[in-house]
């Protein structure tokens, strides 16, 4: 959850009226926010850093306010502000105009194929005779900061530039060059680099060095140019100096570059939505003509309104209330979806503003319904239909052999359920092709490659690593395994497997063996082949020959038991022997 921070008088100033801290703690909580903390510039450094660190900081008090991920006009004051003025019926909701220029008169970018490899979308607006203070500047930066961290995902899907327009001429060039040719100055340094150097330059910036692995691989670095060759900037690493925004820059030039297309339009929307109110004429922003590579060209930004029809019985069955329409209307009107009823009163037209890229189906509608309604004021009902909560049978039976099994002085491990394909290929002396295991597509590390197939070479790896406990280590574990199965759903199942393993200067097989007996006593199964259960000599890749038997029950094959072959034990690092059983016990629920 993004946590937006705000100077408590600006918002009061802006809020144009004053709470006490429990005042605002509750509004918040009714228009779905939290406040999160009550602190100041000197007291966070001080938390952090220590007090001597913290002299000369401001005492202003800040009020950090938890938001929801998905409300990205909430995420700067100018959001913060107009969202509850317009909850508290103080205001309408502002409409955005998109202003197109005269035909020549206004502003393109080009996109060249080169970006087509790197990063292959750009969106652009401008915003003309803005007017910025240093706290509405500092909030412009601090909500482009925001949204790179939230959907722009660390600048990995959408990187924002933002330029004094009247430092540079149009049209512009996004496109994609060598390292070695490319060269400007980056923002806030004195003399120019190439793009190889800016990499080294940055490579120990606290800030920047997370961004360097976007593009540093790849031959070819995106750069934006104006029609003089001056460089706005570097997505999504850096902007240039000489674009600069300071607190006198009256026409802000904002383009937003990445490979996710939809992300950029929404990005590009919040930002001009929440600062076009400082533009002479309110609410307005000037569009520009994206020209792509195939000469197809697309006016930005986009401002689309869109219309969702929802039924008021949906919202009041799903909320759990009695609303008239027009009382559903004005509760989601609170909300920044302007909505009325239509027809005979059977529907409402719920009207999407640009700012609310959240709502995406109508049950984020009826969220928004029950946020102005009040949770606290749904009445609490006794449900009309009832039911009995009962345990899994398959849950249950794991509880009740994890008691007996524990009662026969064996202990309990919990070990991971995805391990490297070493662990259950390799190690246990066969190919990954025959375990028919699920693999993951983008594993982040070596040990977690694909799903386990047996809970052997967890209970291996739990003794390896408890090799200094005084023998024997006898543990178990009552877990799931998964293997690929192509008439499911999902391409793979689930099987809950019980497996035990002994570890002993002797192999113990009489143990295990003994084991296997009392959980069949236990489950009430008896020792014959009619309708209980038997063992047969066989062989198996993780087992010394001649020292395994396959367990068959209920007239199917459930498992094995035998002593662990010597080179697999090695494997594992191990120096002694064990014995270990392991069973598929859903055959028994």
């Given at each position: 959850m993004p946590t937006v921070s705000v100077k408590r008088e600006l918002l009061f100033q802006a809020l144009g009226r004053s709470y006490t801290d429990e005042e605002f703690d509750e509004l918040c909580f009714e228009f779905g926010l939290e406040l999160d903390e009550i602190t100041s510039e000197k007291d966070i450094i001080s938390k952090e850093k220590g007090e001597e660190k913290a002299k000369g900081a401001s005492d202003v008090v800040l009020y950090k306010i938890d938001v929801p991920a998905n409300r990205y006009d909430l995420l700067c004051l100018e959001g913060l502000v107009r969202g509850l003025q317009v909850f508290k019926e103080r205001i309408n909701l502002p409409r955005f105009e998109k202003i197109i220029p005269a035909e020549g008169e206004g502003q393109r970018l080009i996109i060249t194929e080169q970006t087509a490899q790197v990063r292959p979308h750009a969106v652009a607006a401008v915003l003309r005779n803005i007017t910025f203070t240093k706290d509405r500047y500092d909030s412009f930066i601090d909500l482009q900061e925001k949204l790179h961290q939230n959907i722009c995902r660390k600048r990995a899907l959408v990187a924002i530039g933002t330029h004094d327009l009247d430092t540079i001429t149009g049209p512009f060039t996004y496109t994609a060059k060598a390292p070695s040719e490319i060269k400007f100055k980056p923002l806030n340094q004195s003399q120019e680099y190439t793009a190889s150097q800016i990499m080294d330059l940055y490579r120990t910036d606290s800030h920047l060095r997370h961004y360097l692995p976007l593009i540093e691989n790849k031959p070819r670095y995106p750069v934006i140019y104006d029609s003089n060759g001056v460089v706005l900037s570097m997505p999504p690493i850096i902007n240039g100096d000489h674009t600069k925004i300071t607190l006198n820059t009256r026409n802000v030039f904002i383009e937003c570059t990445g490979t996710d297309i939809?992300?950029?339009?929404?990005?590009?929307?919040?930002?001009?939505?929440?600062?076009?109110?400082?533009?002479?004429?309110?609410?307005?922003?000037?569009?520009?003509?994206?020209?792509?590579?195939?000469?197809?060209?697309?006016?930005?930004?986009?401002?689309?309104?869109?219309?969702?029809?929802?039924?008021?019985?949906?919202?009041?069955?799903?909320?759990?209330?009695?609303?008239?329409?027009?009382?559903?209307?004005?509760?989601?009107?609170?909300?920044?979806?302007?909505?009325?009823?239509?027809?005979?009163?059977?529907?409402?037209?719920?009207?999407?503003?640009?700012?609310?890229?959240?709502?995406?189906?109508?049950?984020?509608?009826?969220?928004?319904?029950?946020?102005?309604?009040?949770?606290?004021?749904?009445?609490?009902?006794?449900?009309?239909?009832?039911?009995?909560?009962?345990?899994?049978?398959?849950?249950?039976?794991?509880?009740?052999?994890?008691?007996?099994?524990?009662?026969?002085?064996?202990?309990?491990?919990?070990?991971?359920?995805?391990?490297?394909?070493?662990?259950?290929?390799?190690?246990?002396?066969?190919?990954?092709?025959?375990?028919?295991?699920?693999?993951?597509?983008?594993?982040?590390?070596?040990?977690?490659?694909?799903?386990?197939?047996?809970?052997?070479?967890?209970l291996l790896k739990t003794i390896a690593a408890n090799r200094k406990m005084p023998l024997p280590l006898k543990l178990f574990e009552i877990s799931d395994i998964v293997v690929k199965d192509p008439n499911t759903d999902v391409g793979a199942r689930n099987y809950r497997h019980l497996c035990a393993i002994y570890y002993n200067k002797s192999p113990g097989f009489e143990i295990i063996h003994g084991l296997l007996d009392r959980v069949m006593q236990v489950l009430e199964v008896p020792p014959n082949e009619e309708n209980g259960y038997t063992i047969k000599a066989a062989e198996g890749t993780a087992f010394f020959p001649g020292r395994c038997a396959e367990v068959f029950a209920k007239g199917q094959s459930i498992g094995k038991l035998g002593v662990v072959h010597p080179d697999v034990i090695t494997k594992f690092e191990l120096t002694m022997p064990c014995s270990v059983l392991e069973i598929n016990i859903e055959p028994f629920v």
């Open positions: 939809t992300k950029a339009k929404i990005v590009l929307d919040i930002i001009v939505t929440m600062f076009s109110e400082y533009c002479e004429k309110p609410f307005t922003v000037e569009a520009v003509e994206v020209v792509y590579p195939n000469g197809k060209t697309h006016i930005y930004p986009e401002l689309a309104y869109r219309t969702e029809k929802v039924k008021p019985e949906y919202i009041n069955k799903k909320v759990g209330i009695s609303e008239t329409p027009s009382s559903l209307a004005k509760l989601l009107t609170r909300m920044c979806l302007k909505s009325h009823v239509t027809g005979n009163g059977n529907h409402l037209e719920v009207e999407i503003p640009p700012t609310r890229a959240d709502i995406i189906h109508a049950c984020d509608i009826v969220e928004d319904a029950a946020i102005a309604y009040g949770y606290n004021n749904i009445q609490m009902l006794i449900p009309k239909t009832y039911t009995i909560a009962n345990q899994l049978p398959l849950n249950k039976l794991a509880e009740l052999l994890r008691l007996d099994l524990a009662a026969a002085g064996f202990t309990e491990a919990l070990t991971f359920a995805l391990c490297s394909q070493e662990d259950i290929a390799d190690k246990l002396r066969t190919d990954i092709s025959a375990t028919n295991a699920v693999r993951i597509a983008n594993p982040k590390t070596a040990e977690f490659q694909v799903a386990r197939t047996t809970l052997l070479p967890g």
